[in-house]
């Protein structure tokens, strides 16, 4: 299971070990459910709708509903580490060497946000934060109309950035870190101990 992500009583996940297809079950194992057979990467569910990367059509951006009906194309890009927020989806577009761009979430209003080449994108409260390839995978972020960009990490390289509560979480290395959403206050946390 990959790109896990669980919400009103269901797991939605993509089936590493069918192509990876999106499937839902409920929280208990029960009813698991095939919803596309489409190699589906970066899912995102949001407000109804599964979100994903189609890497049987050159990783263009789907939709489709959370019972997996409706499925529609929704770009042309070859669109990687998609984040679906407030109404947009951003990505980074891998025939643009890793730029961000963005849609609306039927598709329409494509836009360059900002030509860093870029992974891991997350976004939350007006900021897209993401690692700088071209700067070792430094983290940074971004606000979402491409102004206001600030480095948050420096000499080390992130990976996996995700934003929650007023803290970037972020893996370096083997090691789970957090800081502040302005990059102060950066601290390793505690590793769960396996027998």
């Known amino acids: 299971s990959i790109y896990v992500t669980v919400l009103d009583g269901w797991i939605y996940y993509s089936n590493g070990d ?11 194992g029960s009813n698991v459910e095939k919803l596309n057979s489409d190699h589906s990467d970066f899912v995102n569910v949001v407000d109804g709708w599964i979100y994903y990367s189609n ?7 789907y939709r489709m509903r959370i019972d997996g009906n409706d499925r529609e194309k929704l770009n042309d890009d070859n669109s990687w580490f998609i984040n679906v ?19 609306r979430i039927d598709g329409s209003d494509r836009q360059r946000v900002i030509d860093d080449r870029s992974r891991s994108i997350n976004v939350a409260n007006g900021w897209i934060y993401y690692c700088n390839t071209d700067e070792g995978y430094t983290a940074y972020r971004v606000r979402i109309d491409g102004s206001g960009r600030e480095q948050l990490t420096e000499g080390v390289a992130v990976t996996n950035i ?6 970037v979480y972020f893996l370096q290395g083997q ?19 396996f027998p």
């Open 18 to 28: 069918d192509s990876t297809s999106v499937y839902r079950m409920e929280v208990d």
């Open 55 to 61: 890497a049987d059509d050159w990783s263009s951006i």
């Open 85 to 103: 927020a407030d109404g947009w989806v951003y990505y980074s577009s891998f025939a643009d060497n890793g730029a961000i761009y963005r849609i």
């Open 162 to 167: 995700n934003v929650l509560d007023g803290w």
């Open 175 to 193: 090691d789970y870190y957090r800081m502040r959403t302005d990059g102060s206050g950066q601290e390793r946390l505690p590793s769960a101990e």
